[in-house]
């Protein structure tokens, strides 16, 4: 089973440039399937539905949540489609399984001013202030997930671009328009970059591809970095690291965006979602703020002093 879960991976990279955190992903679930298997005396070859379904069942009682579930589900049935193309069954055991679904959850997001001060807590930084306004200002004006952030190569950056090129999931590329204060920031962050790597170069150090270097081995800021500078603008701006996160950042552009007037198909060319199903969760963001805001304010929401 462990050379059909490799065989499977190593196609997905080969064949749909699949990014590693989702390989990671696929590989956890399908090694936690086969290990149920095996503790059953079963394997890939024979597995049948109903025995699919018992392991759903199995999670299910472990009280795994319904996301979690539907994604399993999913790299499983990917795993099957794949060994019903290759030959290894003249089957497909998953292919009528339905999933359950997910939860739908409201995004999380921040107000304008919140987002204000995270950008001035980054712009006060005691090191690394220019690259970190930069982060911040690219991050908020472009919706990028961080991943697309901090890979951005240096090519992308020259020439003080009106558009930013974002390769995202599946390798597709999409461009992203840059507002004057992230182009700003992105130039005076270039100038101190540019005159750091000639000093670095001078000193017989190689240049970098990356916008966002790093002496790390992917050679640029990582996320995982990158996720805890946003939790000190966070507590240097006086909101609650628990309810900042890049991903966060990115919602706020969506939310705002739509709030300002912008239709859903720019706003899901902008953030790269294949469905725009997925861009309409913000309208229900905005549907509850306003809600929110009529219940605060409006003189017949208050309850009787009568």
């Known amino acids: 089973m462990a050379r059909w879960v490799q065989?499977?991976?190593?196609?997905?990279?080969?064949?749909?440039?699949?990014?590693?955190?989702?390989?990671?992903?696929?590989?956890?679930?399908?090694?936690?399937?086969?290990?149920?298997?095996?503790?059953?005396?079963?394997?890939?070859?024979?597995?049948?539905?109903?025995?699919?379904?018992?392991?759903?069942?199995?999670?299910?009682?472990?009280?795994?949540?319904?996301?979690?579930?539907?994604?399993r589900l999913s790299a499983i049935k990917q795993l099957f489609r794949f060994a019903f193309?290759?030959?290894?069954?003249?089957?497909?055991?998953a292919m009528q399984i339905k999933g359950p679904g997910r939860a739908q959850r409201l995004p999380k997001t921040l107000d304008l001013a919140q987002v204000d001060r995270l950008l001035d807590a980054a712009r006060a930084s005691p090191r690394d202030a220019l690259r970190n306004t930069c982060l911040m200002e690219l991050l908020y004006a472009t919706g990028m997930r961080v991943s697309e952030l901090v890979s951005l190569p240096l090519s992308a950056a020259r020439g003080d671009?009106?558009?930013?090129?974002?390769?995202?999931?599946?390798?597709k590329e999409r461009l992203v328009p840059l507002s004057p204060p992230a182009r700003a920031a992105m130039a005076a962050y270039l100038t101190a970059r540019d005159a750091a790597e000639e000093d670095a170069r001078k000193a017989g150090k190689p240049a970098s591809k990356f916008l966002f270097p790093s002496h790390g081995k992917s050679g640029h800021l990582t996320r995982h970095r990158f996720f805890a500078l946003i939790k000190e603008f966070a507590v240097t701006a006086g909101i609650s690291p628990a309810s900042v996160t890049p991903h966060v950042l990115r919602h706020a552009f969506a939310t705002h965006l739509l709030a300002g007037g912008a239709d859903l198909r720019s706003i899901q060319t902008m953030l790269g979602h294949a469905d725009i199903a997925t861009t309409e969760i913000y309208?229900?963001?905005?549907?509850?703020?306003?809600?929110?805001?009529?219940?605060?304010?409006?003189p017949l929401?208050?309850?009787?002093k009568a």
Not at 32 to 54: N, P, Y
Not at 161 to 171: A, D, E, W
Request: with cysteine; charged share 25%; aromatic share 6%.
């Open 7 to 71: 065989t499977f991976l190593q196609a997905q990279a080969a064949e749909l440039d699949a990014a590693t955190n989702t390989q990671l992903a696929y590989a956890r679930d399908l090694q936690g399937f086969a290990q149920w298997l095996a503790d059953r005396g079963l394997h890939f070859m024979q597995v049948t539905q109903d025995q699919i379904e018992s392991y759903l069942i199995d999670c299910e009682a472990e009280g795994l949540a319904k996301s979690t579930r539907a994604r």
């Open 85 to 93: 193309d290759e030959g290894w069954r003249s089957d497909n055991p």
């Open 161 to 171: 671009p009106r558009m930013l090129l974002v390769r995202g999931k599946g390798g």
């Open 283 to 298: 309208t229900h963001v905005l549907d509850q703020r306003l809600s929110d805001l009529v219940l605060q304010h409006h």
């Open 301 to 304: 929401s208050k309850a009787s």
